[in-house]
């Protein structure tokens, strides 16, 4: 497949107009920092100026606080030896984001091991110690796609942990917002099975310990993994405090998220599948999210956002055949923060899940940071697909509306 514009660096916002790559924006910043602090009656005289506001003009001071990255090198000591989900992804993204400098303008945040009353949350007491006495014994397979060995439970533990921390950091307001670089991935898990490189539900038990533990009633989970998280939504399918959105190819593996499976009982509503032809991209993939997500999460005002960020359905990523861009996924990203903004006081916590190209998934995690470090640019070194989209998505998409009652009268 072929891209075109290579190393281009794309406005990614509503503060595009700006031509200025991030340092000369930041020098510009400091500036007109003294210039604007020196007025009493101006917008940042109201509140501290925090070390990664910046000017943009014609916008003024554009606040944006740390945003804050959960990893530890535990995470890669699940070893899978040559299995695609393997150590060399989290490797590339961390190295990418030091030689960067976007590691520097980051939070970081140390992971704690989930506990086993956590982890119980959401798996049966069964599959628990089921999963850590096949580490005892040295590992092997849990599932046709997914290995273990000794040190997994022990990593899996915290993978969730990761989102566990996470969400603490979040809620407690130390940040705005939190990525977590955990391994092995989560959205496939049942309560009492793994399944596609996923052991424990990671995003699953984050969502059960924000409502237990911060006085919060509802939370929205958007999963743009390419697969389906049919764990995740197995797991909250009649639970009408947590509305599960996912964006995923269809068919595919794992099988699940028709946009006809949409909860039940009390849950009747709260899962929404937007399944994807093979082939669309990032304009199929933005009206999802701003013709379905969007008014759809209005409904239902949720108090945190989890994220089960995916880069496989980047056109360069041999698992799929989707057509997104590191640009895309940055419009994504940024239509997730601007909903957090408006409905949950800024609360966003996202996990890394699949995306097994080591360019993409590097680029696309540093993209992902820019946009929760509000910088008004993204750098997408790979380009769009220059494949042309396969047709039948307007029909498609009213059948979605029409499916979640989204139609005007
Ligand atoms: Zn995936």
């Known amino acids: 497949m072929q891209s075109s514009k290579p190393g281009t660096t794309i406005p990614i916002n509503n503060v595009s107009s700006t031509k200025s790559s991030h ?73 990418h984001l030091e030689e ?62 990761g989102l566990l921390t996470a969400v603490e950091t979040v809620m407690k307001g130390k940040v705005s917002s939190a990525f977590a670089l955990v391994r092995p991935p989560g959205h496939h898990a049942t309560s009492n099975r793994a399944m ?9 038990v984050a969502a059960k310990f924000a409502l237990a533990n911060f006085n919060i009633a509802r939370a929205l989970i958007a999963d743009f993994d390419v697969h389906h998280g049919n764990g995740t939504q197995e797991v909250f399918y009649a639970n009408p405090e947590i509305l599960y959105f996912s964006t995923h190819q269809y068919p595919f593996y794992p099988g699940t998220g028709w946009s006809n499976e949409t909860g039940s009982g009390e849950g009747e509503g709260t899962t929404v599948n937007f399944p994807m032809t093979a ?3 990032d304009i199929e993939y933005l009206r999802a999210f701003n013709e379905i997500l969007v008014p759809i999460a209005r409904r239902f005002q949720p108090q945190l956002i989890l994220v089960s960020a995916g880069f496989d359905p980047h056109w360069a990523d041999s698992i799929a055949t989707m057509q997104v861009s590191i640009t895309g996924f940055a419009q994504m990203v940024t239509v997730l923060r601007n909903l957090a903004a408006e409905l949950c006081q800024g609360h966003l916590v996202l996990t890394l899940e699949g995306g097994y190209n080591l360019q993409v998934v590097a680029s696309a995690v540093r993209a992902t940071f820019d946009v929760l470090s509000e910088c008004p640019e993204v750098v997408d070194p790979l380009g769009k697909s220059s494949n042309e989209s396969p047709g039948g998505f307007e029909e498609h998409i009213e059948k979605i509306k029409e499916t979640h009652h989204l139609l005007k009268p």
């Open 23 to 95: 340092s000369s924006v930041f020098s510009l910043v400091k500036e007109k920092q003294k210039e604007i602090l020196s007025d009493k009656g101006g917008v940042a005289a109201r509140g501290k100026v925090k070390s990664y506001d910046y000017f943009a003009p014609g916008f003024g001071i554009i606040r944006s606080m740390k945003a804050g990255l959960v990893y530890d090198p535990v995470y890669l000591e699940h070893d899978t030896g040559s299995h695609p989900e393997n150590s060399r992804r989290l490797a590339a993204i961390i190295s």
């Open 100 to 161: 960067s400098g976007t590691k520097e303008r980051l939070t970081l945040l140390s992971p704690r091991p989930a506990s086993v009353e956590e982890l119980e949350m959401v798996h049966a007491p069964e599959y628990v110690s089921q999963v850590k006495s096949k580490a005892e014994k040295g590992g092997g397979w849990l599932d046709p796609d997914t290995i273990m060995c000794p040190k997994s439970y022990e990593v899996a533990s915290y993978a969730v942990g």
């Open 196 to 204: 596609g490189f996923c052991i424990f539900n990671n995003v699953a």
């Open 279 to 281: 082939g669309w991209g």
